[in-house]
């Protein structure tokens, strides 16, 4: 079946089910209000119920996450189909909404905007902060640009915190013991210091967890160890307050502000490649290829096809013992998070407007990181220096990319809330930001199997006139990027029938960029920081629509189609050799979808189906460096890459969810996600043809008009690092047994297709199902819950990391991460 007839195919389905819904029931018009158990939600910056928004959200409250050991956007993304949340490591996660992912990991912002009461979190290493006490988390799907604004480009998360209650004292506390060193603590309290009027609450917990591989150093368990004996763990506190002030009958103030302290491990994983200055061995399966210099060694340069959860290890690498193995001294991220809002909310009874709002944003990270990516840190790494070309011991070496980097930023909103009717209603606004994004990136080395730390002084001060070192390995980049964003915001909504509305969204953006590459050579005295460090700037606009027609059979059966337009920002490179390297473009794409939202047998049963295309141009992706005259350099030592706009991908798909409430204790559900993310004609990839690691056999590369180097067609490849389907299905149980005691069960069962890991589709991680479960009780105030995840404890790949031509032309490596293992727990608490 071709992407087309598929669609034609779905489309003509959403509409029997939309036309059956006619005659499935109409519940009386009261029904809505006295239904206690409608989801509401703001995916529109407005309360409306759930099963009323023309768009595809998934909600997820407080007592779910709760009652389900739900403790990061892994475990939610699981749970979520149509959205996936994979970490390379941890200052690199990654998401994807229907097939859209980063092509360039080391990407400034993401495909996915997240947002948190309404601060907007920009780089990826703000989003999973494990110890928030939200809420509700919403998953929304498609762009949301017209609304939620920059890089909400295949959709948004929207995470919203727990006010404190201005009537009643409120307080919980919390524990979670569970295998592999698992403690955990949460507290809250809320108090209301003026009846009705002002109250403060504050939150607080600590998250502890040794990860669920074991680590094969013979240092692992050291005092000094990141590690402790496994990898993937995790140490981590938060305090979180919050003030809620009603200053007279229509003006509110709340205010937010949490910190949130990360020591994170590096994530289990192994490394295979070519042999390369960081090992001796090859480990790779395939494209046989000489080497460039004498004796023109032939090894394989690519791998292909399934990625193993066990280490792939070269028969002649007999120190390296049997298992995971990751230098103790590595760690995934460390530092400090700051975010904050003031809000104030005035709803006057009468006049044009129903409510007008300002917020006040902020956020602020600084983190570390420190990477192993020897295939076996226990075997040091010896090279001969010019020009004497004496070996020099290097001991172990670390890949410290956004290591000392910061953001920081403010965001200024005020918004108009419409006094409409019940024809038509809607609200405006203009939205100002401003960030400073640092991006630092290092290498360091230490003695091999010793718990020395590298020397400090590798990460040198940078400032203008400062030492610039020349070291092997030492600080790498140092780019400062400087933001001006203003937008302004519509919503606007008709209702020039009973059972039709029209909805028109739009936003207008103008973005001021400028980028100051701070590590670089004065041009007189190569010892020292440029005195005037290159500066470049930029200005982007763009205007991003969305158009939405609803069409009710009933207050609880509708069908919709929309349009939609999303742009993630294009941003500035630093100072390439070439100048038009130095910016890139925006991508852009254009979502056409129509869907249908259907609640039958008094609310028992909710089926919602969508089905979407998604034309996506322009992608941010890697491209050759080129020389400062537009040529391509030398591939010798390595081939350079930046990020430069190519080619585009055409997206097909289907999502459905279905939730029936069997009987008043038991519910089933089931979602299920099909994304077909292809790249369109025209698509190559520029690093897989100047690496030259294609024998003509496993790939062949060509030589194309306009493109500086030999590229490798990717027409009609799967998009790298997404699953075409995933679903989940499962059961919640919930009754009671007496007086104020409660039972409830959980369990489900998700599935996660085949993921390629390169654009050219040769190396891939298998498809997985998972089994999770929770179980618990609640009595008076207090609940317990016991949970397991991967009850089956299965070993899987959950992703990984592929490298090409950075260790010079010919080279490749690939980095596999291992998802979690089975882990198990309970959580007690109390409630007041």
């Given amino acids: 079946m071709t992407s087309r007839q598929l669609l034609v195919s779905s489309l003509s389905l959403l509409a029997v089910c939309a036309a059956t819904s006619v005659h499935a029931q109409t519940p009386p018009a009261t029904a809505e209000a006295a239904d206690g158990n409608d989801i509401i939600v703001t995916a529109r910056l407005t309360r409306e119920r759930l099963q009323d928004v023309p768009i595809s959200v998934t909600s997820v409250n407080a007592e779910e996450l709760s009652k389900q050991g739900i403790n990061s956007f892994r475990d939610i993304a699981s749970k979520v189909a149509g959205f996936s949340f994979e970490t390379l490591q941890p200052l690199i996660p990654q998401s994807s909404i229907r097939g859209q992912v980063n092509l360039r990991t080391d990407s400034p912002v993401t495909n996915v905007a997240y947002y948190l009461d309404g601060i907007y979190l920009q780089r990826a290493y703000l989003v999973d902060q494990k110890l928030i006490d939200v809420s509700r988390i919403e998953v929304i799907k498609g762009p949301q640009s017209a609304l939620y604004g920059r890089n909400s480009f295949a959709g948004a998360i929207n995470m919203t915190t727990r006010e404190p209650s201005l009537d009643a004292i409120e307080a919980s506390v919390s524990g979670t013991v569970g295998n592999y060193d698992r403690y955990e603590a949460r507290g809250r309290i809320s108090v209301p210091l003026m009846a009705g009027r002002l109250a403060v609450s504050v939150a607080g917990g600590f998250t502890k967890f040794d990860g669920s591989w074991a680590n094969a150093h013979p240092l692992a368990n050291s005092d000094t160890a990141s590690t402790k004996g496994r990898i993937g763990g995790y140490d981590n506190w938060a305090v979180q307050g919050q003030v809620k002030w009603k200053l007279t009958d229509t003006l509110t103030f709340t205010g937010l502000w949490i910190h949130t302290q990360r020591d994170e491990e590096t994530l289990a994983g192994y490394s295979v490649g070519t042999s390369t200055l960081l090992s001796p061995f090859n480990t790779l399966n395939a494209s046989p290829r000489p080497g460039l210099t004498p004796p023109f060694t032939v090894q394989n340069r690519l791998f292909v096809g399934e990625f193993p959860a066990t280490p792939i290890v070269a ?458 479960a929770s179980a618990g009780f609640t009595a008076g105030g207090f609940d317990v819950t016991f949970w397991m995840k991967n009850i089956g404890d299965k070993k899987y790949v959950s992703t990984a990391l592929f490298l090409i031509g950075t260790n010079g032309a010919l080279s490749a490596s690939y980095v596999p991460v291992l998802g979690e293992r089975r882990t198990f727990g309970v959580t007690g608490g109390f409630k007041f």
């Fill in 315 to 772: 028969a002649g690498d007999t120190t390296r013992p049997a298992g995971l193995l990751t230098d103790p001294r590595a760690f995934g991220v460390r530092g400090p998070t700051d975010l904050a809002s003031a809000k104030l909310e005035w709803a006057p009874d009468s006049g044009p407007f129903s409510a007008v709002a300002y917020q006040f944003g902020y956020s602020r990270a600084k983190v570390f990181g420190r990477g192993s990516p020897q295939p076996n840190p226990l075997s040091p790494v010896i090279v001969a220096l010019p020009p004497a070309f004496i070996p020099v011991n290097f001991g172990t070496i670390f890949d410290e990319s956004g290591t000392d980097s910061s953001f920081k930023g403010f965001s200024h909103d005020l918004k108009f809330t419409l006094a409409g009717n019940d024809w038509w209603n809607g609200f405006f606004g203009v939205n100002y930001s401003r960030t400073r994004d640092i991006a630092s990136n290092a290498t360091s080395f230490a003695p091999a199997n010793t718990m020395i730390e590298p020397n400090p002084a590798l990460l040198f001060p940078v400032g203008p006139g400062l030492p610039f070192p020349s070291n092997l390995f030492q600080r790498t980049g140092y780019l400062q990027r400087d933001e001006n964003i203003l937008s302004g915001y519509f919503f606007l909504k008709v209702r020039p029938a009973d059972d039709f509305e029209a909805t028109f969204e739009g936003r207008y953006t103008n973005e001021d960029q400028k980028a100051l590459d701070l590590l670089t050579r004065e041009p007189t005295n190569a010892a020292v920081q440029a005195l005037l460090p290159p500066r470049f700037a930029q200005t982007i606009s763009y205007f991003t629509p969305r158009v939405t027609l609803t069409y009710k059979f009933s207050s609880n059966n509708n069908i919709y189609a929309s349009v939609a337009r999303g742009v993630k920002a294009g941003g500035l490179n630093g100072n390439t050799p070439f100048a038009g390297q130095r910016a890139y473009g925006s991508e852009k794409n254009w979502t056409y979808e129509i869907g249908t939202k259907n609640s039958f047998m008094d609310g028992a049963l909710t089926l919602n189906l969508a089905a979407f295309h998604t034309d996506w141009s322009n992608l941010q992706t890697s491209v050759v460096r080129l020389a400062a005259n537009g040529t391509a350099p030398s591939f010798f030592a390595i081939v350079p890459s930046t990020v430069g706009n190519i080619g585009g991908v055409s997206i097909w798909g289907v999502e459905g969810d279905l939730s029936w409430r069997v009987a008043e204790p038991l519910r089933l559900f089931a979602s299920a996600s099909y994304n077909r993310s292809r790249y369109k004609d025209g698509s190559f990839s520029q690093r897989f043809g100047a690496s030259g690691n294609c024998d003509g056999t496993v790939c062949a590369t060509q030589t194309v008009a306009g493109q500086p180097t030999a590229v490798l067609s990717v027409s009609g490849n799967q998009l790298e690092r997404v699953p075409d389907f995933n679903a989940v299905g499962g059961f919640s149980l919930d009754t009671s047994v007496g007086d104020g005691v409660g039972l409830f069960l959980r369990g489900d069962v998700t599935y996660k297709s085949k993921q390629y890991m390169d654009e050219a589709n040769l190396s891939f991680v298998p498809g997985r199902t998972l089994f999770n």
